[in-house]
DNA sequence: CGCACGAGGCTTACACCGTAAGAAGCACCC
DNA sequence: GGGTGCTTCTTACGGTGTAAGCCTCGTGCG
């Protein structure tokens, strides 16, 4: 939460306001008919760079794309976002704080942690369904700069996760690695959830080849089992699993607690 | 494919196979020094974008500056490799069949399918660690043509498991249900290991901020636990997870046997 | 009122990118 | 010699991110 007064890193903007509003409406509206003239703003931007790579993907949006969508020219962009990686942090910081803002997910302290990583759970998956294409995001490192970030691309994401867990009462070590256990279960879970959603519009886009009766028909094996593969469970599996790990920490908290 | 008999180094190339140019020598060679003109092939181009993405990052890989490592200019590589995204495709299947013939890890029917699903996991996750810039392609959709694709970008890779799965006696909606589950769990581990190996160099970057004495606090959550978070004992705790899914998966078909 | 000023947006420019189209080298066989 | 294919290089085009500077106002102050 964090109104942004508090850990939010303050951007290179030496002038004027001491801090200024990380993402401030957020409005998820999509394009701007040629309305009135609204002034623009990081928020504005963030909100039009989602929309448009929800509709287009990652690869569609550059820099004068996303300016003519908000009938502005491209440099003029650079006057609230200082470049094109930051645009993408920024954007993945824009979800991680409309999911955690979205359900509130700390404050809830008489449920215990369990419920709390439901939750988590939960909205994560939520944000990964309703924006699968700004969803991988989180989980690639930018490719400049590879290295020297936070895991994941988003600082935010982290500290959401740690500080929840301590409210909820683990010790530090504890914390961690169940922030570990949880992040790599729901990257895992949703990246592929999305990915297969994605594929099963049709379903596996082999190039219709005319294998010649190859003898050995091992490539037939894909082709039989790309209906299973498109099919959409996913959401039974999802809780199951949530409650496999839910209860497999316990146990390792249990069983690690006398260390 | 091709048992390819003992320790002989030579690499798959199923060359009984009908037609397969895809991958052939991929003698996972670093840059070429100027000696007698080698003369090019695709395996030689996969195999320097594979040496270059690892020393350099994806971002930093251009055709120029790949045809310049091959001592080549850059529309050479155009007669080998359909285009830029082609290109990473082909170094994500390089990476999968390196796997694949390196412990090959089909042909063991006689230590059973958890034993199958070991090696899988680690050979995967050896893959991960060796190639960590890499790897994170496994997991990104192309930027353009975004679905229509196979799930993580190697259909390769579903062939593999699912053959393997089958091959170990699992019917088509167990091999279907493990693959995911296995899938994503190593997907989510391997990312988050790989991602937070990385940070381990220089902890979180954290741009030095001077947080003048925020009341709240909540700031040093992470600065406290960035050092447990780049602690790296994840070798252990990844063989915890792998029996830990490796039992579910055993208990959710044994339960599910009787449907 | 006049006017400097500065924020917000625009224009221009540059280096680099992926790649389409075709020319140039080259080894071979007739 | 003259084709005849490959393979590689050259040139060119449209698109990209972004550095640098210009223009245009609303605004505050004399």
């Known amino acids: ?133 700004a969803f991988p995001l989180i989980a690639s490192t930018p490719p400049e700069a590879p290295w020297l970030r936070p895991p994941l691309r988003s600082i935010r994401w982290v500290e959401t996760f740690l500080a929840g867990l301590l409210a909820e009462g683990f010790d530090d070590e504890q914390a961690v690695a169940v922030y570990r256990a949880f992040t790599s279960f729901l990257l895992g879970n949703l990246l592929l959830e999305v990915s297969q959603r994605g594929a099963a519009l049709g379903p596996l886009d082999l190039v219709e080849e005319e294998e010649p009766a190859n003898g050995l028909s091992d490539a037939p094996t894909i082709e039989r089992l790309s209906a299973l593969l498109a099919d959409d469970n996913s959401l039974q599996e999802f809780e199951e699993s949530l409650e496999s790990l839910i209860d497999r920490i316990t146990i390792q908290i249990v069983a690690g607690s006398g260390a």
């Open 1 to 133: 939460m964090a109104i942004s007064g508090g850990p939010g890193r303050d951007r290179p903007e030496p002038s004027g306001e001491p801090e200024l509003p990380d993402v401030d409406e957020l409005a998820i509206s999509g394009k701007e008919p040629p309305s009135a003239r609204v002034p623009l703003s990081r928020g504005r931007i963030l909100s039009a760079a989602l929309a448009f790579i929800d509709e287009e993907g990652i690869g569609a949006l550059t820099m004068r794309r996303l300016g003519a969508r908000l009938g502005v020219e491209a440099m003029s962009l650079y006057r609230y976002v200082p470049g094109r990686e930051d645009l993408l942090d920024g954007v993945v910081d824009a979800l991680v704080i409309e999911l955690d803002g979205d359900l509130d997910v700390l404050r809830t302290p008489e449920h215990g942690w369990q419920d709390f990583l439901q939750r988590m759970a939960h909205g994560v998956r939520r944000m990964a369904i309703a924006h699968p294409r």
